[in-house]
């Protein structure tokens, strides 16, 4: 009996091939979404926790939290009050661990810089695939990503975006040599370029490097302004000439990533800045954790409403069910008549039933995984 519900249960099926789609389909997003946004929510929790749990302290300048971490840890935003060197300088004092200073202002063709020092790459176990690591002045790593996308490769050169063509004392659009591919580290190093500090202060136009300026030359005057005649490349026959405008205390380094030593050098650090009226102390792992609560909170909501929404769905696809069967009484009387049991029937009704919901299960399972890989390679 079984064989027979199933082969009149296809062929009606067949008959009316446009409703028994949009049926698919609509119980396949019904059913999918819910898991959907489950599965996305922790997906989003374990990459910003995990990315938090490996960034103990992070210091900066008094201020939004949220956008320091954002900037210092994921490279989006840009802070409004950059930390100074002389913040880098108290914290290699101080003797807490490793500090290492993050520059998150400027951009390549679209790709973030981050000027650091080179301990930030044995820290986030970041290795060259192939190249080297940035050595000299104007030097540059790529994350995996980049060198994916964009095709970059050692030899290429990347072009710095302007930040502001109106203040003459920005440093103008520089050629970046690219060194060395980073390998895949699934995090945000991925897809940024890393340099030195030194070189993301050139593009900041502290330091600097111009060619010979004539009395009364160009710039009405006897010496250049720092943001004019600024060399396009640094390279083998100019590097020596660039030289900085201030001391390194006054330049910017953005924030600073310490790595305590211990348990007790972290705790040292967080008391030492606790009341600091300049400076803040944030535990990323804090911050991050307080805008997932606000991500979980509305996850919650969603999936209640999503879960009004497979009710719904389930109410009016039996609805539709139901309506075929009216609109197929003539074909059921003639089955009845021809001598088949109300049982065979209604094996034939909820064959009907079962095959459309195990497509659309099977259909929301793989637009559930779709998504997801989607989503993970997005983040």
């Known amino acids: 009996m079984i064989r027979d519900a199933s082969f009149l249960a296809l ?34 929790q374990g990459a910003l926790l995990e990315r938090a749990a490996s960034s103990p302290v992070l210091l900066g300048q008094q201020g939004n939290e949220y956008d320091l971490v954002m900037n210092a840890l994921y490279f989006r935003g840009r802070l409004r009050s950059p930390a100074p060197g002389s913040l880098l300088t108290r914290a290699e004092e101080g003797d807490y661990g490793v500090a290492v200073p993050l520059h998150v202002r400027h ?8 000027g650091t020092s080179p301990e930030y790459y044995a820290l986030r176990g970041l290795a060259v695939t192939s190249g080297r690591l940035p050595a000299l002045l104007g030097e540059v790593v790529v994350g995996a990503g980049v060198a994916a996308e964009r095709g970059v490769a050692p030899g290429d050169v990347l072009r710095s975006d302007l930040t502001d063509l109106y203040d003459l004392s920005a440093g103008g659009a520089l050629g970046l ?54 060399f396009e ?30 348990r007790a050098a972290h705790d040292i650090l967080l008391g030492d800045f606790a009341t600091d009226p300049d400076y803040q102390a944030v535990r990323p792992s804090e911050v991050v954790g307080a805008i ?52 065979t029937l209604a094996a034939v009704v909820a064959t009907e039933a079962v095959i459309v919901l195990g497509a659309a299960t099977l259909l929301a399972v793989a637009l559930v995984r779709v998504g997801l890989v989607f989503l993970e390679a997005m983040i």
Do not use: K, Y
């Open 107 to 114: 951009s390549a063709e679209g790709i973030p810089v981050v």
């Open 11 to 44: 062929s009606w099926l067949r008959s009316t091939p446009a409703r028994t789609v949009v049926l698919a389909l609509g119980l396949a997003l019904a059913l999918g979404l819910p898991v959907f946004v489950q599965g996305a929510a922790a997906l989003l």
């Open 233 to 262: 490349q640094i390279d083998v026959s100019n590097r020596d000439q660039f030289h900085l405008h201030g001391g390194p205390e006054s330049l910017s380094v953005g924030a600073v990533l310490v790595f305590p030593r211990d």
């Open 177 to 230: 040599q690219v060194v060395g591919v980073l390998g895949p580290g699934n995090s945000p190093d991925d897809a940024v370029v890393l340099t030195s500090l030194q070189t993301a202060w050139v593009l900041d136009g502290a330091l600097h490097g111009h060619g010979d300026v004539q009395e009364g030359g160009a710039a009405g005057v006897g010496e250049a302004s720092p943001g004019i005649f600024l």
């Open 292 to 343: 997932l609560a606000i991500v979980l909170r509305l996850r919650d909501v969603m999936t209640f409403g999503l879960g009004l929404l497979v009710a719904s769905t389930l109410g009016l696809s039996t609805v539709i069910l139901l309506l075929g069967l009216r609109l197929r009484a003539p074909e059921l009387g003639l089955m009845r008549r021809m001598g088949a049991a109300p049982a």
